[in-house]
């Protein structure tokens, strides 16, 4: 498998390989097409659009310019796990039962009980496929992509990096085709990007005919940095601006498929990152001198990174394209997260939110739409694991953690971190002791959210 013949990104590749996903003979209702673009690692700085001043995005520049670039997009957890977790299913990591990190020798993942957008959209005769990274369980068969509503799986089960010598394991890191792992091992790291580019543009190239969804979950840029020959040397930023832009041109080679099979008015693309960049390595990941520091991204104005609940773990970029419904050109700061994209899509898919389970996401089609006077109903809560560390209402934010930072003290008395963000989003201004009426009715929302396995021994 190292040595197969990688193909390009062009439709006609794609159109010459025989069908390995049927299509229907039926006309396709007027459903949209769903696409989901999600990297890993990916920092809220590291795109053009976002303010990156040497990585060039044109193609994500193009996308948010045709649709709408969300300032305040917000994952539910500041690690893989759980942010996906979130992601498939609107519900808060801790809900959702996988608030940490799976590795690899864990009997851990998503449980058969939670509903993943993958179901919904399949009981709306969506077809369905999952290209790149899972990381929501691999020990058994009810963990895998093909039993929580996809039709069809390739990719790497976990992260890059879960296999010796950064994690101490002897499970092989396999490239998996659907339920099974492929032969291929060691994996080819270094064209990773392209074949996933391959699988996604062959997909929807397949599915044309009907409504389809498509989860793309790129490994990159999660450290060790892989990308291809044709791409190294192509950014000022070094190796990681070559990852980020091969992403971005990734993202081109969808947009071209969708234009040329005529379907780019009626789907739906979002594009984000799992959780902020891993400016805070530990020291596992420089063993073998493979991995350096710069290998991480940036928070651009933002505190902090992964792993951290100030807001460059939780807060990253999110770019949303619908051409028939989201008008273009927009720029928003108010607060959408990764969970609301369960009710929106499926609301716009023309489903029905399960009744029988508490989806903490909220349909935000309103705000994507350009409706300045909407505001979304709940608070965004900050939890890290099972740890509930913060809370943001409107433009307020209160933290109350014993973790500042990386190198930096610990807070020993736990005093309470009230940041105004949209004056302040880089939280250098420490508001508690002007607004103390504030910081008692942030604490008391806090107090009063109630999830199973919660974690609350800092809020007082």
């Not at 601006?241 to 008015?265: N, W």
């Not at 309103?366 to 505001?375: A, D, R, S």
């Not at 008395?413 to 942030?442: C, H, I, M, T, W």
Request: glycine residues 6%; negative net charge.
């Amino acid at each position: 498998m190292k040595n197969q013949k990688i193909f390009n990104y062009g439709i006609a590749a794609t159109l010459s390989i025989t069908s390995a996903y049927p299509v229907k003979a039926m006309e396709k209702e007027n459903k949209p097409n769903i696409i989901i673009i999600y990297t890993d690692d990916l920092g809220y700085g590291d795109l053009s659009c976002y303010g990156n001043p040497v990585i060039r995005t044109p193609h994500l520049d193009k996308l948010a310019s045709e649709g709408i670039r969300l300032t305040s997009f917000y994952v539910a957890a500041s690690t893989s796990t759980p942010s996906r977790a979130s992601l498939l299913t609107g519900r808060y990591p801790v809900r959702a039962g996988l608030p940490h990190v799976i590795f690899p020798n864990e009997d851990r993942g998503l449980s058969k009980e939670e509903v993943t957008i993958a179901e919904a959209l399949k009981d709306l005769s969506y077809k369905t496929m999952c290209v790149g990274k899972w990381h929501l369980g691999q020990t058994r068969d009810e963990f895998l992509p093909i039993n929580h509503g996809f039709d069809h799986y390739y990719g790497l089960i976990t992260s890059n990096d879960m296999m010796k010598p950064w994690v101490q394991t002897d499970i092989p890191l396999h490239l998996y085709r659907d339920n099974e792992p492929t032969d291929e091992y060691p994996v080819d790291q270094s064209t990773l990007t392209v074949r996933y580019t391959h699988e996604a543009c062959r997909f929807i190239a397949e599915s044309k005919n009907e409504p389809f969804f498509l989860y793309l979950a790129h490994n990159m840029p999660h450290v060790p940095l892989y990308v291809s020959e044709k791409s190294k040397g192509r950014s000022l930023a070094g190796l990681y601006g070559d990852v980020i832009e091969e992403i971005d041109e990734s993202v081109g080679a969808i947009l071209q498929t969708l234009k040329e099979h005529h379907l780019e008015k009626n789907t739906i693309i979002i594009f984000a990152s799992d959780n902020g960049p891993w400016i805070n390595m530990p020291e596992r990941m420089f063993k073998e001198n493979r991995v350096k520091p710069w290998h991480a991204g940036s928070p651009g104005l933002l505190r902090e990174g992964k792993t951290t609940s100030y807001e460059g773990g939780f807060r990253v970029p999110g770019i949303l394209r619908w051409p028939e419904k989201i008008p273009p050109s927009q720029v928003s700061s108010q607060v959408v997260t990764n969970m609301d994209l369960f009710p929106t899509l499926i609301r716009a898919a023309g489903g029905e939110i399960p009744a029988d389970r508490i989806i903490d996401g909220e349909d935000v089609m309103p705000i994507l739409v350009g409706n300045k006077g909407y505001q979304r109903e709940n608070d965004f809560f900050y939890i890290q694991g099972t740890r509930l560390e913060a809370i943001r209402s409107s433009e307020w934010k209160l933290r109350v953690s014993p973790y500042r930072g990386y190198g930096k003290p610990v807070n020993d008395k736990l005093l309470p971190e009230l940041f105004n963000l949209s004056l302040d989003p880089s939280e250098q201004y420490n508001r508690a002791n002007e607004f103390p009426d504030l910081v008692d009715s942030l604490l008391q929302k806090m107090k009063d959210l109630t999830i199973p396995g919660l974690d609350k021994k800092f809020i007082h």
